[in-house]
């Protein structure tokens, strides 16, 4: 099948989970013979980039702004993609899946699936005009699409009470291949194994930092507070970010990191937090998961579903209760260690790519029959 992939910034991913999604489940796929083809904007992957490990790229240009960066793009693929033999156009997130209708009016028998990663109008960084467009596209996406796919079982819930249809879930996965041992990026920033913890995430205010650089100041530790990730159009937070970070020797903020330098940042840290108020299915959590990890996660059902029952959790928004819970896996490292082992093993089980593929394929065949 030639397959096409929208909605993504490119591959390979430098951050972001859908872009690790697309990623992965474009080259497992390649890797089956189907012929797969991804989208991508030259301000996320160089443009003179055509193929990746089995999989076609393709560049289009965007209006390279907070808010018309990703519509602009889908629009440009859309129209792109008409105009090529396509057996499935498989678009991702809800704003991009706003324009899945070009497909469905001028390529009827092309089928189009759409993946619901997460529920971007939660997040803070958009204005109104921008949220109600990000529900368009979810009305549009989970009303027109042959197949809706799901990354968690709460979308799935969801899909099905307000839509009355039945989503497949398939989720996010993670495949460790890579610890970093000689990436030096410890020795650049000072650190020492297992003495720090770790956030991976883009530098938005949804994915909670403010709450945890302000409850990890309370701490009595000697640990250090690694924050790993960019801004994405948010630059006053970034610097409120480093405004509350000022004055504690103890916290960094390295800036994006990918390849060895991430991977040795992941496999050697102590415990690793993610205090999002909101999420779809947090690929950076998974990966702290399948390094062996201890986790502490804000109590929403996306990160509760994630963990399984394997790994801690503090009140949402809640800096008292998150800072007592850091301080006592701290002060009890053996409590995180223990549940973290079980969670190596439920990740690698339940959100292994070869199933993932496998799942997503029997998908686009059934869109097919």
């Known amino acids: 099948m030639k397959i096409y992939f929208i909605g993504q910034k490119g591959i390979p991913a430098k951050s972001g989970g859908v872009e690790k999604h697309v990623e992965a489940l ?70 991009p899946a706003s324009l899945l209708w070009l497909i469905k009016l001028f390529k009827p028998k092309t089928k189009v699936v759409f993946t619901f990663h997460c529920q971007d109008y939660y997040h803070q960084k958009w204005g109104r005009l921008a949220r109600w467009y990000l529900r368009l596209g979810e009305i ?5 699409a042959d197949e809706v796919i799901a990354v968690s079982r709460g979308l799935v819930d969801y899909i099905a009470d307000k ?12 495949t460790i291949t890579n610890n970093g041992e000689n990436s030096g ?36 530790t000697d640990y250090r507070l690694v924050i790993v990730g960019g801004g994405a159009h948010t630059d006053d937070y970034v610097a409120e970010l480093k405004n509350l970070a000022a004055g504690d020797q103890r916290i960094i903020l390295t800036g994006e990191q990918s390849g060895d330098n991430l991977a040795q940042l992941f496999s050697q840290a102590g415990l690793f937090v993610q205090p999002s108020e909101s999420e779809g299915l947090s690929v950076a959590l998974l ?41 006592q896996l701290l002060d009890n490292p053996e409590t995180g260690d223990k549940l973290a082992q079980q969670a190596q093993i439920r990740v690698r089980t339940e959100y292994d790519w070869q199933n993932i593929t496998n799942s997503t394929l029997k998908i686009y065949q059934l869109s097919q029959a």
């Open 185 to 220: 990026i410890l020795d650049d920033l000072q650190l020492q194994s297992g003495k720090y913890i770790l956030a991976v995430s883009r530098l938005v205010r949804h994915k909670g930092l403010h709450y945890l650089i302000e409850a990890f100041r309370q701490l009595k």
């Open 26 to 95: 474009a080259i497992s796929l390649a890797k089956q013979g189907q012929e797969i083809f991804v989208y991508t904007r030259p301000n996320y992957t160089d443009k003179k980039l055509t193929e990746y490990q089995g999989v076609r790229l393709i560049s289009r240009p965007s209006l390279p702004t907070k808010h018309l960066d990703a519509v602009s793009h889908t629009l440009f693929c859309s129209l792109d993609v008409l105009f090529r033999k396509a057996d499935i156009v498989h678009f991702q997130a809800i704003g």
């Open 163 to 174: 839509y009355g249809r039945q989503a497949s879930y398939v989720p996010n996965g993670v």
């Open 140 to 144: 549009i996406g989970c009303r027109l």
């Open 287 to 327: 990966e702290a998961m399948a390094y062996g990890l201890p986790v502490l996660v804000s109590d929403i059902p996306e990160n509760l579903e994630a963990i399984g029952g394997y790994g801690q959790s503090f009140h949402n928004k809640d800096i008292t209760d998150l800072a007592s819970k850091l301080q």
